[in-house]
């Protein structure tokens, strides 16, 4: 099993664009996470979802969107890129409360 | 919401002793606490967790106690080796008790193990 993998790995965006972070597991897990970690920091939850066509927001929601069309896949939308969106994003998803974490997407936003 | 503060943000330790890890959580009805590894470039792994109807859990070198009442977790790390030098999380989740929740993380501790 590859477990969770996240792509790109890095990205510089300019302000205003958009961009996709894709996340994708093949655990079969139901839940799916997505959290940002900022430097000295702690991670942060943005969105989760609990299955397919379900999602809900976590602690740090806004100027990020989700979808989950699939039990595979759960990606990140960011709308506007802004300075405060640059950190290291990461996806993690579980069976029940053990959450496996993906290796992470670099984002710097100029 | 779950807060979750953990202590030292530094902790320096030679080869061989061991290392003690503390957080406090201010949510009493959270019931899930995990540990987090994180090397430099890397995502977090999971090293051991422990839930509120356990006191202790050991695995090999590593073990986590919980008190429920005073609201605290501790990691402790023994005989520490050069590879444990990482940066660790503690987190807790859970008024669910099940996978919905996600995790509310400390700020992390920088583990040095010195030669």
């Known amino acids: 099993n590859a477990g969770v993998t996240q792509t790109p790995k890095f990205r510089i965006l300019k302000i205003g664009q958009s961009m996709t972070l894709q996340c994708t597991q093949d655990?079969?897990?139901?839940?799916m996470y997505w959290y940002r970690q900022d430097p000295g920091m702690g991670l942060k939850l943005i969105y989760y979802s609990v299955g397919a066509g379900i999602t809900d927001k976590g602690e740090v929601p806004n100027g990020y969107n989700v979808s989950r069309s699939t039990t595979e896949d759960f990606p990140l939308r960011l709308e506007l890129a802004a300075p405060s969106q640059t950190s290291v994003y990461f996806c993690?998803?579980?069976?029940?409360?053990?959450?496996?974490f993906g290796p992470g997407t670099r984002l710097t936003v100029t | 919401g779950e807060n979750v503060e953990q202590h030292p943000s530094t902790l320096s330790v030679q080869e061989g002793d061991s290392a003690v890890i503390k957080c406090t959580y201010s949510d009493s009805a959270s019931n899930y606490f995990p540990w987090y590894k994180q090397e430099l470039g890397k995502g977090p792994q999971l090293i051991i967790d422990i839930r509120s109807n356990v006191g202790e859990k050991k695995d090999q070198r590593i073990a986590v106690t919980l008190n429920k009442t005073a609201k605290h977790f501790s990691l402790h790390i023994t005989e520490t080796q050069p590879e444990d030098s990482a940066v660790y999380f503690c987190a807790a989740s859970g008024g669910s008790g099940g996978g919905a929740d996600g995790l509310t993380f400390g700020k992390g501790t920088h583990l040095i193990i010195q030669p």
């Open positions: 655990m079969n897990h139901n839940y």
């Open positions: 993690a998803s579980s069976y029940l409360s053990e959450q496996y």
